[in-house]
């Protein structure tokens, strides 16, 4: 083969790659506006059915199977490849959406969001072991900044879009809006399939008590959820029972060291936990502090998060055209624009705080966002084989949703003990400056240490 066949083939939009790569494209993007466009309709939708005082449940319901889904799709995904998870789970995840759109009570609204949970755990996780499968590592930079890329229409248009389906039609179309779509794209992807490489099967190690610890984690993610949306009372107690169950549960779903920052694939792991948690405890504040301290509407306060998703992707698409940075460099890059963006701020917390420096400052945080997350990615499934890439893959996704939930709760808690939601600043100055910290940690345990020991 010439240089130049060779270079052809590596292209993502080649005829031997623009299958899989279309195919993993549209399941990220229906499964981003499902997301996006579910928290807008979900105050109609519940009231609806009646269920007000169950209101933070369909996110937790979906949370908790999604982290289980997660967890059995890696091992599935090592044992018998990703063909059979792909096939099973957008039309579980179409279930789910045919449930809840139809829902007459809050019982199947719930059973139809553990259906999309589960669904889409699946479908994450084979995703990332597809393009370990198909793409050479040279090219995974590129393909992961076009994930990226997915979320930003579902990001500008889900949410307005689910507003007009909930205000002027009915939000069972938040659902069923998306049935016919998902059913297209499986029928598309059912023949992207077969063409994949044939999984070979090789020596899997052996993973006692997995399925007690997904089921510990999806339990222990969601107490703290729970506890992250009501921060009081025995709310918090339940989130303290939650992290009991979840630790013993870690040291099965995660690589050994992950907790203690061991080099390579631990920290890599753990970085991309750091991560999430940090930037997103704090942007789940950034409204708050915008309409309570300096009288934003909530579509003002909107707008540095949607700036924030455009640097994201962006920053994600730069570091997919340099695939010759090394990886960790930019994972440490990364961490230092994330903190950044949360010590700027900082500074918007108090009523003097120069409030329309959070959209650009926000940006400079999704950037660093952008940078980091694409290459975690591509540093995990660097490090895996064909007997441990579905592990690894399902460990990141663990660490990701396990950092957000964890940290929005102890924001929660902070607020609701040193502070009020009238009155925020007190809570939102430490708690910034604490996550700041975390970003500033998680630049010096990355760089050179995400290459394993030689």
Not at 67 to 78: E, Y
Not at 200 to 207: L, N
Not at 219 to 248: D, E, K, M
Not at 341 to 367: N, R, Y
Request: net charge positive; hydrophobic share 55%.
């Amino acid at each position: 083969m010439t240089t130049t066949e060779s270079a052809e083939k590596s292209r993502l939009w080649s005829p031997d790659r623009r299958g899989p790569t279309a195919g993993i494209i549209l399941l990220v993007t229906l499964l981003a506006f499902e997301a996006m466009g579910v928290s807008t309709a979900m105050p109609r939708m519940v009231s609806e059915l009646r269920g007000d005082e169950l209101y933070a449940w369909p996110f937790v319901a979906f949370l908790a199977s999604s982290v289980v889904a997660t967890v059995l799709s890696g091992r599935f995904c090592d044992l018998r490849g990703p063909k059979p998870v792909l096939l099973t789970g957008p039309l579980v995840f179409l279930a789910g959406l045919l449930v809840a759109g139809f829902a007459q009570e809050m019982g199947l609204l719930l059973a139809g969001r553990v259906l999309q949970g589960f669904g889409a755990g699946m479908q994450i996780v084979a995703i990332y072991v597809v393009i370990g499968l198909v793409y050479p590592e040279r090219d995974r930079p590129a393909v992961f900044g076009a994930l990226a890329a997915a979320w930003v229409v579902p990001s500008l248009v889900g949410p307005a879009l689910a507003g007009f389906f909930t205000e002027h039609l009915t939000w069972r179309l938040v659902f069923l809006a998306l049935a016919p779509l998902v059913l297209i794209g499986f029928l598309l992807l059912v023949p992207v399939l077969r063409t994949l490489p044939k999984h070979v099967d090789g020596v899997v190690p052996a993973r006692r008590g997995l399925l007690l610890a997904a089921v510990g984690g999806g339990v222990g993610v969601s107490a703290l959820s729970w506890a992250a949306q009501h921060p009081r009372g025995l709310n918090l107690l339940l989130g303290l029972v939650g992290l009991v169950v979840l630790v013993p549960s870690l040291r099965i779903l995660l690589p050994r060291g992950t907790l203690t920052a061991r080099r390579g694939l631990p920290v890599v792991v753990l970085a991309r936990g750091m991560l999430a948690g940090s930037f997103f405890a704090t942007e789940a504040f950034i409204p708050l502090t915008l309409t309570s301290v300096h009288g934003y509407s909530p579509l003002e306060s909107g707008i540095p998060l949607t700036l924030s998703a455009l640097g994201w992707s962006a920053a994600s698409m730069w570091q997919s055209r340099r695939p010759d940075i090394p990886r960790g460099t930019l994972v440490r890059w990364g961490f230092v624009l994330n903190a950044t963006g949360i010590l700027g701020v900082t500074l918007i917390a108090p009523e003097w705080g120069p409030a329309w420096a959070t959209a650009p400052l926000w940006a400079i945080a999704g950037s660093g966002m952008g940078l980091a997350m694409s290459s975690v990615s591509v540093l995990v499934l660097a490090a895996s084989t064909d007997a441990d890439r579905g592990f690894n893959s399902s460990s990141v996704q663990i660490s990701d949703m396990l950092g957000s939930a964890f940290l929005v709760g102890l924001g929660g808690v902070v607020v609701a003990t040193f502070a009020s939601t009238a009155a925020p600043t007190a809570a939102i100055i430490p708690f910034d400056l604490a996550m700041a910290a975390l970003a500033v940690l998680g630049a010096f345990l990355t760089g050179p240490r995400t290459k394993p020991a030689a």
